[in-house]
């Protein structure tokens, strides 16, 4: 009864603060410990982040951290290309062996690069660092981002996230908007799963009960996590996603390849 929100408390309050709603992690809870089916799994994410994100979003509202047009710009990119990604999702990449593929080619290079990023010298990183990308630049990421969080039910965040941040871009700026665009998308993205799951035969609604229960726990994990942010040490935690995302990915890498 309480492994849901559980679950969805403890992965937001350590995701929140990196501007990642805790989807990106939840899913393989959804997947090997809840049994969820495939394509179904994807919606229940993304209900989950509709019903967790106020949390965060509201703490760094209230800190007036949502404050610029980045928010703003990475919605505009994302929304179109979730819808695209749910209709890629349910017509295409039903399967669960390709779905597994798909987290491990998502997962591992995101997970690797965050470890490398925070791994660099400070000089190094200093260097590398090229602030943020033009509008143009910035809308197309957002739009490609947004296919893959459709497809996989991450809403996004967990992708711009370090790419903005790699760019030289402060977390306490990158984690809002991020963590807005991945409110935005999701909601678009569920309702459009709902809306396909009435004109097709499948798993492709959401289970309801089960991402209203991970999102409410994730509501509150959030706010504490967003309200943590300022005391974090940014380099722990982003090691600590970076080696999350790597071994699920490695996980579902090796059990694709079994399948």
Do not use: K
């Not at 559980?6 to 959804?30: D, E, K, W, Y």
């Not at 996004?156 to 990158?174: I, Q």
Request: hydrophobic share 55%; proline share 8%; with cysteine.
């Amino acid at each position: 009864m309480w492994a849901g929100p559980g679950a969805g408390l403890l992965i937001a309050v350590v995701t929140a603060p990196a501007g990642v709603s805790g989807a990106v992690f939840l899913l393989p809870v959804h997947l090997s410990v809840f049994g969820v089916p495939s394509p179904a799994v994807t919606p229940t994410n993304l209900l989950f982040n509709v019903v967790a994100g106020p949390g965060a979003l509201w703490r760094y509202h209230r800190d007036g951290a949502l404050r610029g047009g980045l928010a703003r710009r990475l919605v505009v990119g994302t929304l179109p290309g979730v819808v695209l990604g749910a209709a890629i999702r349910v017509f295409a990449l039903p399967g669960p062996g390709v779905f597994r593929l798909l987290i491990a080619a998502l997962l591992l290079p995101l997970g690797l690069w965050l470890c490398l990023r925070t791994l660099l010298p400070a000089r190094r990183r200093r260097l590398a660092a090229v602030g943020e990308p033009a509008p143009g630049a910035l809308t197309a990421l957002a739009l490609a981002v947004g296919v893959v969080g459709g497809i996989y039910g991450i809403g996004g965040g967990s992708l711009l996230a370090p790419v903005l941040a790699a760019r030289g871009m402060p977390m306490a700026r990158v984690a809002p908007a991020a963590l807005a665009a991945t409110f935005a998308t999701s909601l678009v993205g569920a309702a459009t799963y709902a809306l396909l799951s009435l004109a097709t035969t499948g798993d492709i609604a959401p289970d309801w009960w089960l991402g209203l229960a991970c999102g409410l726990g994730g509501l509150v994990g959030g706010y504490l996590g967003a309200r943590l942010q300022p005391r974090l040490p940014e380099t722990a935690l982003r090691l600590l996603l970076g080696t999350l995302a790597t071994a699920v990915g490695a996980l579902y890498a090796c059990q694709a390849l079994a399948w």
